[in-house]
C-alpha cells in the first residue's frame, strides 16, 4: 500500500512540495489541495473531499463563507498590522465578544493556541509571585496534548512528544485524567496551577466527567490553585457548548483558545478572571509582535458575530446528537468500531484495523479523516455540517472499513 501525503496549498507552491516529496519517495501519493467551499475541498486535480477534519478543528464556519470573506477583505483595505504598542478597533470588539462568550473578564491575543498555553502558563506563575505565594508547580493530564513549544510540550501528557526535548520547563507533574484522587495526590504547598482539557482530542477523544470537573474546580478553591482550561479544540461550539467547560458550570481562572475563534486565519488568546488579571501579567511582562493584530481580530470578532446570528452552537447540538445516532448504528453494523466516543461535533471511533490505513482508503474514497491516539479515528467536521453530509461519510467510512 503506498503511502498518501495531503498538502493544502495553490497549485504553483503544492506542486513544488509534491515534487520534494516524490524525490524522496517515487511511491508516495501526493494530495495537493487547492480551494474549498462550505464543507468540501477540491485538488489541483479537481477531485472533491468531504472534510471531516476542517483543518484539525480550525474551520468552523466551512470554507468560503462569504460573509466572514468580506469581512477580512474590508479590514485589509482598511490596516493589517500596527504591532502590540498600540489598540486597534477589531481587537476591542474581538476581545469584547470573546469576554462576553466565556464567562471571562480579560484577553490577551495571541498567533497560535501554543502561544496561548504559554501565556496561561505564566499568568500563572505570575499570579502566584505577586500574591508571595512560593507556587510555582503545574499538575497536567496524562494523554493530554497543549503544544509543541518547550513551555507547553512540558504540560503535555505524552512522553513521545516530550522526551526528545527534555530537560522541560521544571515544576511539571502529571496525574490520571478523570481520576481526582491522583489529582489529589500531586498536589502539594507549590501547586500554582492545574491545567486540562474538558475534553481531550489528540489525546484519544476522552471527555472529562462531571464530577472529576466538579472536583478539579473545588480542590482548586480550597488550595488556592488556579485552574486552567485549554479549549483550544474542544472549545468554540464544538461540544454544543460556547466552551467546552460550560455544560460543567466550573468557571477556570485562566482559559487558552484557537483554532476555531478564527475560523482559518492564525490567531490564539488567554482570557481569565478579573482577580488573575489584577495579580498576573503586567505591561513587558509578555508581548508578541502580531498578537492582537487587527486583520485576525477581525476574523475572530466576525466569526462570534456569524455564531450568533447563525445560532451555531445550537445546531451542533442538533446535528451532533445526529451524528451520535449514526456511529452507533455503524457500531453496531461493523466489526470494526470497538468504541465510539465525544459528544457534539467532536467524535471518535476506535477501530481494530490500523488507523492509518483506513484515512488512506477514505481519502481514495473522496473523504478527509484524521486520527488521534489510542487508534481512533477523529471525526472534526465543520460545524455547518448537515444531516445528509453525516450521511455521506458514514456511507465513505464504510468503504473504508471493508477494503
Given at each position: 500500500?503506498?503511502k498518501?501525503?495531503?498538502i493544502?496549498?495553490g497549485?504553483?507552491?503544492g ?17 495537493v ?6 464543507v ?11 472534510d471531516?477534519?476542517?483543518g484539525?478543528a ?6 468560503n463563507?462569504?460573509?466572514y470573506n ?5 479590514q ?12 486597534n ?8 465578544k ?5 464567562g471571562?473578564?480579560?484577553?490577551f491575543?495571541?498567533n ?7 501565556g ?19 499538575i ?14 512540558s504540560?503535555t501528557?505524552?512522553?513521545a512528544?516530550?522526551?526528545p526535548?527534555?530537560?522541560l520547563v ?9 481520576n ?7 498536589v502539594?504547598?507549590k501547586?500554582c ?20 470537573m ?37 468557571r ?7 483554532k476555531?475563534?478564527g475560523?482559518?486565519?492564525p ?11 489584577e495579580?498576573s501579567?503586567?505591561?513587558?511582562d ?5 498578537g492582537?493584530?487587527?486583520?485576525a481580530?477581525?476574523?475572530v470578532?466576525?466569526?462570534?458575530e456569524?455564531f ?6 445550537v445546531?451542533?447540538r ?12 455503524l ?6 468500531v470497538?468504541?465510539c466516543?465525544?459528544?457534539?461535533l ?8 490500523p ?5 488512506n ?13 489510542d487508534?481512533v ?16 461519510m ?7 472499513f471493508?477494503?
Open positions: 500500500m503506498s498518501k501525503t495531503v493544502i496549498g497549485v504553483a507552491g506542486a513544488t512540495a509534491a515534487a520534494r516529496l516524490r524525490r524522496r519517495d517515487e511511491k508516495m501519493e501526493i494530495v489541495l487547492e480551494k474549498g467551499d462550505g468540501r475541498l477540491y485538488d489541483v486535480d479537481g477531485k472533491e473531499y468531504l471531516f477534519a476542517a484539525i480550525v474551520f468552523a464556519l466551512g470554507y463563507n462569504q460573509a468580506q469581512a477580512l477583505k474590508d485589509i483595505d482598511k490596516v493589517i498590522h500596527t504591532s502590540n504598542l498600540f489598540y478597533v477589531p481587537m476591542v470588539e474581538a476581545a469584547e470573546l469576554t462576553k462568550a466565556s471571562l473578564d480579560k484577553a491575543f495571541t497560535s493556541g501554543t502561544e496561548a498555553i504559554e496561561a502558563l505564566k499568568a500563572a506563575r505570575k499570579y502566584a509571585w505577586k500574591k508571595r505565594t512560593g507556587r510555582y508547580e503545574f497536567a493530564m496524562e494523554h493530554s496534548f497543549h503544544g509543541r513549544s518547550m513551555g507547553a510540550v504540560v501528557g505524552s512522553e512528544y516530550r522526551i526535548f527534555e530537560p521544571s515544576g511539571v507533574k502529571f496525574a490520571e485524567f478523570n481526582l484522587d491522583s489529582v489529589k495526590a500531586q502539594t504547598d501547586t496551577g492545574i491545567i486540562l482539557e474538558a475534553l481531550q482530542g489528540e489525546g484519544g477523544i476522552n471527555r472529562a466527567s462531571k464530577e472529576f466538579e472536583g478539579i474546580r473545588k480542590l482548586c478553591d480550597q488550595e488556592g490553585i488556579l485552574m486552567i482550561c485549554d479549549e483550544i479544540q474542544c472549545g468554540m461550539g464544538r461540544t454544543g457548548e460556547m466552551f467546552a467547560w460550560q455544560s460543567y458550570g466550573t477556570p481562572d485562566i482559559m487558552a483558545m484557537a476555531a475563534i475560523s482559518g486565519l490567531v490564539g488568546a488567554f482570557a481569565m478572571t478579573e482577580e488573575v488579571a495579580y501579567l503586567e505591561p513587558g509578555h508581548g508578541t509582535t502580531y492582537g493584530n487587527p486583520l481580530c477581525a476574523a470578532a466576525k466569526t462570534v456569524i450568533e446570528r447563525e445560532d451555531i452552537v445546531h451542533v442538533e446535528i451532533g446528537a445526529y451524528l451520535k445516532e449514526r456511529l452507533k448504528e457500531a453496531a453494523e461493523s466489526d470494526q470497538l468504541e466516543r465525544g459528544i457534539g467532536i467524535q471518535g471511533i476506535k477501530v481494530k484495523k488507523v492509518g490505513e483506513i484515512i482508503r477514505a481519502l481514495e474514497r473522496g473523504l478527509l479523516i484524521i486520527s488521534a491516539r487508534n479515528i477523529r471525526l472534526l467536521p465543520p460545524l455547518i455540517i448537515e444531516k445528509e453530509q453525516i450521511d455521506e458514514i456511507e465513505k467510512l464504510k468503504w473504508a471493508n477494503q
